[in-house]
């Protein structure tokens, strides 16, 4: 493509935040910075000054420390940023008020309800809850956990307890009792937030009983505080006080609490502040902390530079709580935007319900999931056509591959002028190894870059830096949001194995990807699930580009099934209403991976299934889907939204052929 989707104006990219650092960056280090990539250049030149620069620029609440600001700065794992840095997650977050007079919450549960929430009413329920949980003897180090749809409270009790020195842990309610056991069970969390039910397609969903077994197998939570979404709180309460488990509403224990000041106790920059959880599709998830610090500047260069948000700006991520994205979007507050949360189905009543949403709250970012994007694609809606979006200025995905077609959707059906930041990035790290870059053109199907103090580079099976062709993911120098460590590995065995064992000295995060000539990335998938017909290395991405072009098909799943001292490509496909998958489909499907990918992308088999695998963050799970065809069984279904699905792929004639 010789041409970008999209370039700002000069005037709409000298006005960025990004811009404004620049200058601030070429005064502090001394040199000249002209573009981007200097800028880039030098943040992991000297992260230790450019993270400090960054801290001043945001206006971090805390006191930095004295130099210098970044030790054993050529280890991973083992360099610390601010060593004698202290400062308060809560403190800083809550400081946004000051920057701006609209809300701090808008909420919508579908076409259930509607709130709005000032920032006079969120500084005075957090201070009401950390009273709440202080008189209960909740200290720091002590974990809170919450199982919460994406309302208000969730993100009021995580500023409470982090402002105590708590840690914070959460999943979202449609999770089954052993996956929220596996989890939870782990941390072992003396306070629990619940709901009584959610919304979900305009059903009610009561998850009553689910709560009281729950609290029956977690001993260490010492009260249980039941937030009301669907009127039936007060019924959770009396089930759990009969199972002997000490509960209140959230209005009792919250509402009625006295209203005192709110205290904030600076702790070291790299104490805990989130527990995250990997997927746990391979076994009992791994438990993921990090630090309140590293967390709160990762989040500030990514959404204040990279994201250009700016006091006054209205941000909507759809996102539950068992994914990162909503830990990324509270941090949001720090930034002074009013946050348009967001929870049941991106589909119910209709298609546009998002899209009425960003529109009646004059949305300023809209984010979502690959998925969303391509599933809005094949339901023929246009925002562009039938909502006025004149307000939105940036669109963010990830979650998965964003393909090129999904990137001419945008363009072409939701708004002409917008800047479309695809990333990439994980759990592991609370944040992105690449994204957006605002001042920069969009180019069809890719990335634009590596986002600013990360040292990513592409590399080959031996660790040697490409400068072209597809490698292993890596970042190259150490960054303030690598995790503390694993919860329950005092001796960080299970740390260094995950990502540092592989490549020592740099970080190995399991993405396949190349470098584009535009200096952006294209994410060809997971390392783990790439195919290797022949000892060729194919990203699954790469095939589900093809694929989802045809409107015939709905969704598929791609895996290499061991086959005749080799591997073999077999797809599996879910088809439209109505569409049966006959021979000539087969060849169409055939025809489209040959031409628009290659030979060696060709599926040996092409099955038709009824349902696909998928985390609860909705991703799609090849590697369950590789387990279950080879005979072997997933370790951990709890991990699944819907691990019925699995049994579909058991004993296919088929592949036995």
């Known amino acids: 493509m010789s041409q970008p989707l999209w370039q700002p104006s000069e005037s709409a990219a000298r006005s960025t935040n990004l811009v404004r650092f620049m200058a601030d960056a070429e005064r502090s280090c001394g040199r000249k910075l002209t573009s981007y990539e200097d800028l880039h250049a030098f943040s992991v030149e000297d992260p230790g000054a450019f993270w400090r620069l960054l801290w001043d620029h945001c206006g971090v609440k805390g006191d930095p420390g004295p130099a210098p600001y970044l030790i054993d700065g050529d280890k991973m794992p083992g360099a610390r940023f601010f060593p004698k840095g202290k400062l308060n997650f809560a403190e800083n977050l809550l400081a946004g008020a000051s920057l701006t007079s609209g809300d701090a919450f808008v909420f919508r549960g579908e076409d259930k309800v509607s709130r709005r929430m000032s920032w006079a009413e969120l500084g005075q329920q957090t201070a009401q809850f950390q009273g709440h949980l202080r008189r209960s003897g909740i200290k720091a180090g002590d974990r809170v956990a919450a199982m919460l749809p994406n309302v208000p409270e969730a993100i009021i009790g995580m500023l409470a307890a982090s402002s105590l020195g708590a840690i914070w842990s959460s999943c979202s309610p449609d999770f089954g009792v052993q996956g929220v056991l596996d989890r939870f069970g782990?941390?072992?969390?003396?306070?629990?937030?619940?709901?009584?039910?959610?919304?979900?397609?305009?059903?009610?969903?009561?998850?009553?009983?689910?709560?009281?077994?729950?609290?029956?197998?977690?001993?260490?939570?010492?009260?249980?505080?039941?937030?009301?979404?669907?009127?039936?709180?007060?019924?959770?309460?009396?089930?759990?006080?009969?199972?002997?488990?000490?509960?209140?509403?959230?209005?009792?224990?919250?509402?009625?609490?006295?209203?005192?000041?709110?205290?904030?106790?600076?702790?070291?920059?790299?104490?805990?502040?989130?527990?995250?959880?990997?997927?746990?599709?391979?076994?009992?998830?791994?438990?993921?902390?990090?630090?309140?610090?590293?967390?709160?500047?990762?989040?500030?260069?990514?959404?204040?530079?990279?994201?250009?948000?700016?006091?006054?700006?209205?941000?909507?991520?759809?996102?539950?709580?068992?994914?990162?994205?909503?830990?990324?979007?509270?941090?949001?507050?720090?930034?002074?935007?009013?946050?348009?949360?967001?929870?049941?189905?991106?589909?119910?009543?209709?298609?546009?319900?998002?899209?009425?949403?960003?529109?009646?709250?004059?949305?300023?970012?809209?984010?979502?999931?690959?998925?969303?994007?391509?599933?809005?694609?094949?339901?023929?809606?246009?925002?562009?056509?039938?909502?006025?979006?004149?307000?939105?200025?940036?669109?963010?995905?990830?979650?998965?591959?964003?393909?090129?077609?999904?990137?001419?959707?945008?363009?072409?059906?939701?708004?002409?002028?917008?800047?479309?930041?695809?990333?990439?990035?994980?759990?592991?790290?609370?944040?992105?190894?690449?994204?957006?870059?605002?001042?920069?053109?969009?180019?069809?199907?890719?990335?634009?870059?590596?986002?600013?103090?990360?040292?990513?580079?592409?590399?080959?099976?031996?660790?040697?830096?490409?400068?072209?062709?597809?490698?292993?993911?890596?970042?190259?120098?150490?960054?303030?949001?690598?995790?503390?460590?694993?919860?329950?590995?005092?001796?960080?065995?299970?740390?260094?194995?995950?990502?540092?064992?592989?490549?020592?000295?740099?970080?190995?995060?399991g993405d396949f990807a190349e470098w584009t000539a535009h200096g952006g990335m294209i994410i060809h998938g997971r390392s783990d699930a790439t195919l290797n017909p022949g000892g060729v290395r194919i990203g699954t991405a790469e095939i589900y580009r093809q694929v989802e072009q045809l409107p015939e098909i709905k969704e598929a799943i791609v895996i290499g099934q061991d086959w005749d001292n080799d591997v073999r490509v077999v797809l599996f496909v879910i088809t439209q209403d109505g569409v049966a998958l006959d021979d000539a489909l087969r060849d169409k499907i055939k025809k489209q991976i040959r031409v628009g990918a290659s030979p060696r992308h060709v599926p040996a088999r092409v099955v038709q299934v009824a349902d696909i695998p998928r985390t609860k963050s909705g991703k799609i799970t090849e590697l369950a889907v590789r387990e279950i065809v080879h005979g072997r069984e997933v370790k951990n279904k709890e991990a699944l939204a819907n691990p019925e699905a699995l049994d579909l792929y058991r004993g296919i004639r088929e592949l036995a052929e």
């Open 186 to 509: 782990q941390i072992e969390p003396k306070v629990l937030i619940t709901c009584d039910g959610y919304w979900y397609a305009s059903k009610q969903i009561d998850v009553a009983d689910k709560v009281v077994e729950i609290a029956r197998k977690l001993p260490s939570v010492e009260q249980i505080i039941v937030v009301s979404y669907l009127g039936k709180a007060d019924a959770v309460v009396q089930s759990l006080n009969a199972a002997g488990r000490p509960a209140a509403t959230w209005d009792a224990a919250v509402l009625g609490a006295p209203v005192e000041a709110m205290t904030f106790e600076r702790f070291s920059f790299d104490h805990p502040l989130y527990i995250l959880f990997s997927s746990g599709t391979t076994g009992v998830p791994k438990c993921i902390v990090h630090s309140a610090g590293g967390t709160l500047l990762k989040h500030l260069s990514e959404q204040q530079l990279m994201c250009d948000f700016r006091p006054g700006d209205r941000v909507m991520y759809f996102t539950t709580l068992g994914w990162m994205m909503w830990n990324w979007l509270a941090s949001g507050l720090a930034s002074g935007v009013t946050l348009l949360l967001y929870d049941g189905s991106p589909f119910h009543p209709a298609a546009s319900v998002l899209w009425d949403y960003a529109r009646d709250e004059r949305c300023t970012h809209f984010g979502t999931s690959a998925k969303y994007i391509d599933a809005l694609k094949k339901a023929g809606a246009r925002p562009m056509d039938t909502h006025d979006i004149s307000s939105l200025r940036v669109i963010l995905s990830t979650g998965s591959v964003l393909v090129p077609e999904s990137f001419d959707y945008v363009y072409e059906a939701i708004k002409k002028d917008v800047h479309l930041a695809s990333m990439s990035g994980g759990t592991d790290i609370v944040g992105c190894f690449v994204g957006g870059v605002p001042g920069k053109p969009v180019w069809r199907g890719e990335i634009q870059g590596p986002q600013i103090g990360m040292g990513v580079a592409v590399v080959d099976e031996l660790g040697g830096i490409l400068a072209h062709g597809k490698g292993e993911l890596v970042c190259t120098v150490p960054f303030p949001s690598m995790p503390v460590g694993f919860w329950n590995d005092a001796e960080g065995k299970k740390y260094r194995s995950a990502y540092f064992e592989r490549f020592p000295g740099l970080w190995h995060h």
